[in-house]
């Protein structure tokens, strides 16, 4: 692989399941990454040292996935200057609203785009997003992603329509 655009990072290997979802959607768009355990709690040190360099090695967006207490994203977004789309990972009590707390209510000054709960492949569309910015063939393509995802909503009504109704009756997706 290239070298790596977006790095992956994550509190624990136990995330990758769900985390796996933000690498797929950036194999979709081909776009370099890089992945890693990361925890700001049990390697604050080398957390940090990721974070400061993560800029300087020429990452251009950094994506981070933690459960429970999950400081990472916010420790990350206050050591680098790269935008840090975080996901609250769901663990086995609380069902990811104590990791969503965590991620979602940082002070200002220090932004993390936060994204649903387990919601990793949106995380990995944000990212191609920020790099489709400046990148016109890559903008093109997400413009045919999201096509893509109108016909298939289409067809989502189409399909309702004529099991309720019968396919002849009015939507406005025809
Ligand atoms: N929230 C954090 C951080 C952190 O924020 O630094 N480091 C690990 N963790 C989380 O602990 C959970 C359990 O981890 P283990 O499965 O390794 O016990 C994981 O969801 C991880 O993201």
Known sequence: MSVPAIGI???SDSDWPVMEEAAKALDEFEIPYEVDVVSAHRMPHEMVSYGENAAPRGLKAIIAGAGGAAHLPGMLASVTPLPVIG???PLKYLDGMDSLLSI???PAGVPVATVSVGGARNAGLLAARIMAAHDAELQARMREFQEELN???TEKG???RAKVNG???FGFGK
């Open 167 to 169: 396919a002849g009756s």
């Open 104 to 106: 979602v209510q940082m």
């Open 158 to 160: 189409k399909r309702l």
């Open 151 to 153: 016909q298939q909503a």
């Open 9 to 11: 990072v994550m509190g």
């Open 87 to 89: 996901v609250p990972v």
